[in-house]
């Protein structure tokens, strides 16, 4: 069993910055492949971000490409995302979730074993 607890959401300007934190309990985690994901008001879950189970590869939906980096510390058992230059259509709720085994590639919510209870970004125009 895993589990996923997200920090460090909030309220911020357009072009201002966040950084996401998402702690795991457990001895796999270096195992596990995480993703970030998040949820508009409204609208369906997407991906956002995934990062191998070493750090060494990571993934980015294009809507965010250049703008975010995911980074993990495994001595932590700590996932991060580093958000910068934020737009008002960033705003949803975040969520961190892991993949069992190391997968390199875009990852799917439905594919993804556990979830955090997720964390609210509000960037404001």
């Known amino acids: 069993q895993v589990q996923l607890v997200e920090s460090g959401g909030g309220l911020v300007q357009a072009g201002g910055s966040l950084r996401l934190s998402c702690a795991a309990s457990g001895r796999t985690f270096s195992s596990n492949t995480m993703g970030w994901f998040r949820q508009a008001p409204g609208k369906e879950r997407e991906f956002v971000a995934g990062i191998g189970c070493s750090g060494g590869s990571t993934n980015y939906a294009d809507s965010v490409k250049g703008r975010f980096t995911s980074s993990r510390d495994n001595a932590k058992n700590t996932v991060y995302l580093q958000m910068n230059n934020l737009r008002p259509e960033d705003t949803a709720a975040y969520y961190c979730?892991?993949?069992?085994?190391?997968?390199?590639?875009?990852?799917?919510?439905?594919?993804?074993?556990?979830w955090g209870k997720g964390t609210l970004v509000t960037v404001s125009s």
């Open positions: 979730a892991a993949r069992l085994g190391c997968y390199v590639g875009r990852l799917n919510p439905n594919g993804m074993n556990y």
